[in-house]
């Protein structure tokens, strides 16, 4: 982080340096042709009317909370206003460019804000990375006929493809969890083939935003997994403002890397920890377009997520069988390993955008969990054989597995004058709950243990409720 820290005042400190030399000086000729330096001072200002899940000082809004009743049920605890104001998502960055090497072109970003260190809303703030990539291209491949091609690669820290569309929004999770959102390590390329088309394929990892499973939010999954995240796409684009983009995402993690096995041992059978072959693969496809006329602008996205929760989508996994019982177990035994079925669900959002000085903005979304395509495991005693116990199933570390649906509505109106920005924001968030089925168990030494169930498709479906948070959001942003 020092380091990081130097690098920016070297840079800073290169202004005027190049400011009082010729205009022939080497030093200004490199900074003016090959770095271009960005970046804000960004305050929030942010008003709940109720208990929410949100990160970065709050800042960064997912949904409302479920009702939670105090002991005589006269009271809804999470139904309490809060306020908070905060400048650490000004940022930092410099762009690299124009660097040539016979035919192949060279680029680079970094990017920096000051969320890290930061615990819950307080603390002190400090440098974090955002993004770090380095791009190499070729331009004017031949194709044929006049058409040209071009091929760019990007290494590094950046964007996840599916994210990179965002809605019409001032806020800073920019349609978060409607939209995917994730910075990420990957390997990306982009090849343009001729003025509408452009084929995207990219290797990508974990790091900041990851994967649920037994440990909670985790890199560990795909590390052991040892497999990264597979993404394809096209893009179609027009001269006359439309694109389109639609691409598919692929998953393969390991849950667990060791399990217990069941094996013959003489007349019976023993039981020892073994390395097992836990994995699950999901595919998440998503469709994006995009409409703009002078100063008018629509966006829309919608994504069919299954385990998509890497992305902060509301979405997970579970078990689907966890061993042979007891009589069904084969000669040789249980290797130890479990089978799962991920959650589906489905988000959407649509936005529209017009003006300039003034400009207002409006922002929709609605995210429908479907469950899951086959059942989970269910809970193995006999009065409760259609149900699933909770901590089988693995859901975003940013939402409720008993989430059934959601919505925002999000009104925008900005003053853009000059480097200066101002803006009101109305977020409107409601969340459907559903109860789990509570069921107590008398076990063998009279004592009792209580269970959280839901249906075996991983939907809490009784009692379905709503909740809603009224975010009333304004933004003051210097750019320069």
Not at 88 to 93: D, F, H, I, K
Not at 121 to 134: C, I
Not at 141 to 168: F, I, R, T
Request: proline fraction near 4%.
């Amino acid at each position: 982080m020092k380091r990081l820290l130097i690098i920016f005042a070297v840079m800073a400190s290169s202004f005027p340096l190049a400011a009082g030399t010729s205009e022939d000086s080497p030093l200004k000729k490199e900074m003016e042709n090959h770095f271009k330096f960005y970046g804000f001072v960004r305050n929030f200002f942010a008003f709940d009317t109720r208990e929410s899940v949100s990160s970065l000082g709050d800042l960064f809004y997912y949904l409302p909370k479920d009702v939670a009743m105090n002991e005589d049920g006269s009271q809804d605890l999470n139904a309490r206003t809060s306020f908070r104001f905060l400048a650490l998502t000004s940022r930092l960055g410099v762009d690299v460019y124009g660097y040539r090497i016979g035919r192949t072109d060279f680029g680079a970003k970094v990017e920096t804000d000051f969320y890290a260190g930061l615990t819950g809303v307080s603390g002190t703030a400090q440098l974090r990375l955002r993004q770090a990539y380095m791009t190499i291209g070729w331009n004017d491949l031949c194709m044929g006929d006049e058409n040209k091609a071009s091929v760019s690669l990007k290494l590094g820290q950046a964007w996840h493809p599916m994210a990179a569309d965002q809605p019409h929004v001032l806020a800073l999770e920019t349609g978060t969890p409607f939209n995917p959102f994730s910075r990420t390590p990957q390997v990306l390329m982009d090849a343009s083939l001729g003025r509408h088309f452009i084929l995207s394929a990219g290797a990508i990892w974990q790091m900041q935003y990851q994967s649920a499973g037994p440990e909670g939010a985790s890199a560990n999954y795909i590390k052991y997994g040892c497999t990264p995240e597979g993404y394809l796409g096209v893009t179609f684009r027009t001269g006359g403002g439309f694109l389109a983009k639609a691409g598919v995402s692929v998953l393969s993690i390991k849950p667990r890397s060791t399990g217990t096995g069941t094996y013959r041992d003489g007349d019976g059978y023993s039981q020892r920890t073994v390395k097992v072959s836990d994995r699950i693969t999901t595919a998440s496809p998503y469709l994006y377009l995009q409409y703009r006329k002078g100063k008018f602008e629509a966006k829309a996205k919608t994504v069919f997520s299954q385990a998509g929760e890497h992305m902060n989508l509301m979405s997970g996994y579970g078990i689907s069988w966890m061993g042979p019982a007891p009589a069904e177990m084969d000669a040789a035994g249980y290797d130890g390993h479990y089978e799962y079925v991920p959650l589906r669900a489905s988000s959407t959002w649509a936005s529209v955008s017009y003006g300039r000085k003034w400009q207002v903005m409006l922002m929709g979304g609605y995210i429908r969990n479907l469950g899951s395509a086959k059942p989970f495991v269910t809970d193995l005693t006999e009065q409760n054989t259609d149900y699933v116990e909770t901590s089988h199933v693995y859901f975003s570390k940013n939402g409720f597995s008993n989430l059934n649906s959601m919505w925002r509505v999000v009104p925008t109106i900005a003053c853009n004058v000059g480097k200066f920005t101002l803006a009101l924001e109305w977020n409107v968030t409601s969340a459907q709950y559903g109860e789990y089925k509570e069921v107590e168990t008398l076990q063998d030494d009279k004592s009792v243990v209580r269970q959280y169930l839901y249906a075996d498709t991983g939907l809490a479906s009784d009692n379905l409720h709503w909740v809603t948070n009224h975010r009333i959001q304004m933004m003051v942003r210097f750019t320069f």
